[in-house]
């Protein structure tokens, strides 16, 4: 089966977002299928090589809600291209706010490719507490709605995600969650004493441990 995978992470930058996906194109290539991609890319920025058989790549652009704008309005011309191009059996399509009506476009387009779309938050919340307006929060709401609304099947990562989908009316059957992984190869448990002899731990105390970043 032929796949093409799809998303607006700058893949010159690193992030465990882009771990995520790079690991998704993998495991699909593992289990033999053709997997192309469409990613903003720069082209050799630090050495890192997308891990597609044929990579389209999209302009990169600044963070700013232009920006973001911008990116997402040239990451569609991009994709309408491949789509044509490749014909793909399945498109995987990571879900982001600034480019709401990719999934509806490429479906009125082309009716043929089943598509499954990836959502990992609900954009209007995330747009709220990042300072947005009340106006852009109900564009990005509307737009999540759609994307998920011209899906064949929706992969979330929390069943909190796949509730807030349900009460926005997609039916729960085509909902999914998939949880973020991890590499075990790279993280695996530990005894308790040789945790704490590893890291210089106090083994009598209680530790509470997050993993991940803090931001607004």
Known sequence: MKILMSCLLDWSAPSAGRIHFEGLARAFAGAGHEVCGVIPWRGGTGGVVPPFVRLYPSPVFDES???????????????????????????????????PLTA?????????PRMVTEHNTWSARYLKVSGHSALICALSRWGQHCSAQCSDRIRVSTENLKGLLAGHGIPPGRVF????????????????????????????MRYAGFVGYLSR
């Open 65 to 99: 809600l232009l920006g973001q704008t911008l990116r997402g309005v040239a990451h569609l011309a991009v994709m309408l291209r491949a789509v044509a191009r490749e014909k793909p059996d399945l498109i995987y399509l990571r879900f982001r706010s600034c480019a």
């Open 104 to 112: 509806p476009i490429i479906r009125f387009v082309f009716r043929r």
């Open 177 to 204: 969650v998939a949880g973020m992984g991890a590499d075990l190869d790279q993280f695996m448990p530990l005894e308790r004493a040789e945790a704490f002899r590893r890291t210089g731990l106090d083994p009598s």
